[in-house]
Each structure stands twice: as C-alpha cells, then as structure tokens.
C-alpha cells in the first residue's frame, strides 16, 4: 500500500511541476546530423498565446503540431496546450528562450542545448557494416566517378530489412543505378549500391557519411508451450512481431574538383555531325536540320545550339538526350532538330562544339561541314534593263517631229494640237488601265493564292504552325496567331483558330 501511495506522490508530483506555468523541452538533447529534434512548448491556464517560429538559430522548422489535454489536480481542471516544432540541426546549437502568455501573463522559455554528434564510422569486423568507396577523388568538373556503397553482414545476423540514406551531395550532380548488387564473400553477404557522381563545381568537397539503418524482426512469446508451438506459425508471427532499427554510418569521401580551362562544363570524348533532310526546297518552306553529338562523358549537360544566319527564320526543338551506361563507361547521344525557312538561297555555317577531351586531357574543339541550300521560287536579283536617252544617241541624231500644215498659213504649226494629242493619250492609257486590273483581280480570285490552298489543308494545329511559320514576317496578325499556335503544340494550349479569317486575311494582302 505504501508503495502504491508512493507511485501516486509521485506522479502528482510530476504532474504539477509539468503543468506549472509554462515549459519548453525536447525529445532529446543529442543527435546525429541529419536527424531531427521536436522542440515542445506547453502553456497551462486560460488563452495561452505562442510565439510565431518559423525558425530555431540558424534552421527553419520543418513542421508544426498541436495537441490539447485536460488534467484533474485536487478536483481542480487544468486544460494544457501544447505546440511541437520540428526542425533539423546540422551543428551543435543553444535553442533560445522564447516569450510566451498565458493567463495575461508573459513567460520566457529557458534555453537548451543542442549537440550535433559526429557518427562514427561502422567497422569491417561489426556485424553489420556500410562503407563508401570512390574510384578516383581527383578529378576536373564534369568527370564522372563511380561510387559505390556497400553493406556488409553475416548471414547469421538475421538482417530482415536494409534502409539506406542517398548521398548528399550539394556540388554533385547524381545518377543511381537502377538495382543493388547482391555477392557472397564467404558467409559474408555484400549488397553494393553503384552511383556516377559529376562535379558541377571546383574545389575541395566532402561526402558526408551514408546513414544506414538496419531492421530486425522482434517478435513477442505469446504464452505457454501449447500457445507458443500454435502461435509459432508466420502467419501468426505477422501479427506479433515489430521491426527495431539500429543506426549505422559509413566513412566520409574527400574529393578534388579542378576547373576545366576557359570555364568549359563538358568533359568526354565526343563526335559531332550536322545533316538535313534535303539540300534544295521552295521559297518559304523548312529544311530540318538535325544535330547529333554522340561519345562518353557528362553528356547531359550540352548546351542548346542557335545557327543564327540572317535572313533564315529559325525554329529550333528542345534537345533530347539517351544516356546510360555502356561497357561502364557513362555517356549517349545528344540531338537537336532546326527547321529553317528562307526565301532565297543559305548556307548553314559550320557548328563548333568545345569540350575538354578526357582522353587527350586538353581542350578539343570539333565542328561540322557548312551545307549549302538551294531554295526554288524564291527572290531574284536581275539586272536592271538599260535606258536610252536622247544625250546618249550617237552622231546627235534627232527625235522625230511630227508638225500639222495649215492651210491658211504657208508651213506655220499649230501649236494647240499636241495638247489635244497628250489628252487623247492620257485618257486611253486610264481605260487600258482600268481594264487590266479588273481583269486582273478576276483572275486572282479564280486562281486561288497557294498560302490559301495550304491553310485549307491543314488538318491540326502543326500543319497549320508550319504553313503561317513563313509568313509571319512584318505581319502582327499572323505573328500573333504563330504564337498561339506554338502554345497550343508545345505548351498545351487551348487557342482556336478560324481558317475562314485567315484566308479572309491573305486574300486583303493580295488585292
């Protein structure tokens, strides 16, 4: 009975000290980096009001919950609200005091210390072991190396399930394969997890330890032996059983990033080839260019290419990349399409692409043939027709006269005719005129203009972008309905279009 009592003091004890005003804790006060610390404030008593925390020293908070309990002490109610901010801390801290008010009162928090412990690195004689090996730690930017990662165990340590942290790795970029390897060393079992990493940066940089945690099935003696012999089925066994989780580190990696020469980002061996689908077309109609860059090496971050050639619109697609492993060299093609529309006859300049050869170990620059298009239809440039004048006749030969006798006046003119005449001809010249371009604009109606034809043959919204893709020079109308259209191909848009107001539109162009 006395210990009972004694239970009970106790309890009410801690009870009223935790409830007494205001306190702030943690659920613990040393952890590993990368783990994360709930950090708790509880008020007792009426209207509590917390502090807005968004951030704790140098680390934001990661989350926020609230929870709200009623107590009994001495027949008396006490409500206590609590609030939990969860945040990460990566080096050893003082959380600092807080202001809080409860009860029209206001509290400061008192400050804790926070330490952030380094792992120590798992043995190669621990049950259980995980280590970080690198083929190479020096290295340029952009050249890959291979790391592996690999968990080590005994096949009488009864490992039921492997959870791994991935690298971090701020300066990197990272590409995983695809499943773990699996090998024995004698009763040993080896599980190796390959990455390629690619410094992105220079300078010295250290790979943080891989945290591994490892799990094993407790399960729990659910009776005497009748009961355990019964319950010692595993389908039984699922529903008596929990995994515990034990923490393991590998080593860190130091490694040495020097910069490539003239601020290069690709490194490799690679080869590039430029070809078009033909080499003579029509005025105002694309020639796709196609661009391939193909070799091993950080192939993924090639650069977009632009031809850039005056009097050529060019459209250029996004590049597309396959890249994988081959014979555990990491590398692929790289492609890009141009279409280009001219009016008139271009040659597309030869493409440089520079990288730093991994091979020769300096800087290569290849480039391809320029390729000469022949365009049909297009403009013209003839020679002007030559005008003779009077001051450029030889031997100052005259220009005919024409003179009217009368026959009133011996061989005198009459002066007042030729004006006669140049009206007669004026007034001829206006009904020729006239004539011609009705007959003209009869024609241009019947013959339909060959933009027209193409506009009504357009069955989606590509078609049609390739068809107004020329004609959008100096024309705002149909420059805005090529965006519209590119919206819709490309960035999922929703634009309609009338073919009625573009034919509409061509057709006021021409007359």
Sequence with gaps: MKKILGKIFAVALFTTTLFAGVKAYVNQSAIYSGDSISFTISIDGQNPKFPNITQIGAYSVLGVSSSQSVNIINGDYKSVVSKTYEFSPTKSMTIPSFKVESDGKTYNTTPIEIKVLKPSASKPTDEVSISMVANKNKVYVGEPIKLAVKVKYKLNANIDKISLTEPKM???????????????????????YNYLIFPQNSGNFTIDPIIAKIGKVSRTNTGGSLGGNFFNDPFFNAFNSQIRWKKIFSNDLNVSVKPLPDNLEVYGSFHINASVDKSETFANKPVNLTIKIDGTGNIDDIKKFSVNMPNVVEYSDNPTVRSGLNAGHYGGVFSQKVALIADKDFVIPSLKFTYFDKNLKKVVTKETKPISIKVKGGVKV?????IDTLDSKTNNTKAPSVSIKNNVSNNTEVPYLKYIFLLLGFVLGCIVTFLFVGKNRKTKKKQELPIIKQIKKAKNNKELFDVLLSSQKDDPFIQNIVEKLEENIYRKGQHKFSKKELIEHFLEIEL
């Design 382 to 386: 003839e020679a002007a027709p030559k």
């Design 170 to 192: 701020d300066n990197f970029w990272v590409k995983k394969s695809d499943k773990p390897v699996q090998s024995m060393n004698g009763d040993t079992v080896i599980q190796t």
